[in-house]
């Protein structure tokens, strides 16, 4: 088993940037896909962003090209999201999620993804 926990949301104005860490325990996630997604009020979850095992495949969510750039720390078990340029609708509650497929597809659909954290809010003012 996978334990996830996500931190580093908060309170953050249109322009600002914010950090996400993701830290993983009971079991190495160094084979692991891991990937971020993102749920609004009244909206399905969304993917973000996601990393390959070694960190040399990323991929992204259009929405989210050239402001957000995900990496992964194995030796510390933690996956980052680092959040530039933050717009309203950003505003969601993020997951962090790992995928224990040992092969890279991308990473964008839940389908891939074996644990999930409980989330952190994210919430971007105008």
């Known amino acids: 088993q996978v334990q996830l926990v996500e931190s580093g949301g908060g309170l953050v104005q249109a322009g600002g940037s914010l950090r996400l860490s993701c830290a993983a325990s009971?079991?190495?996630?160094?084979?692991?896909?891991m990937g971020w997604f993102r749920q609004a009020p009244g909206k399905e979850r969304e993917f973000v962003a996601a990393i390959s095992w070694s960190g040399g495949s990323t991929t992204y969510a259009d929405f989210v090209k050239g402001r957000f750039t995900i990496s992964r720390d194995n030796a510390k078990n933690t996956v980052y999201l680092q959040m530039n340029s933050l717009k309203p609708e950003d505003t969601a509650l993020y997951y962090c999620a790992a995928g224990s497929r040992g092969s890279w597809i991308g990473g964008r659909t839940r389908r891939e993804y074996d644990y999930w954290g409980q989330g952190t809010q994210v919430t971007v003012s105008s």
């Open positions: 009971g079991r190495t996630i160094s084979s692991y896909t």
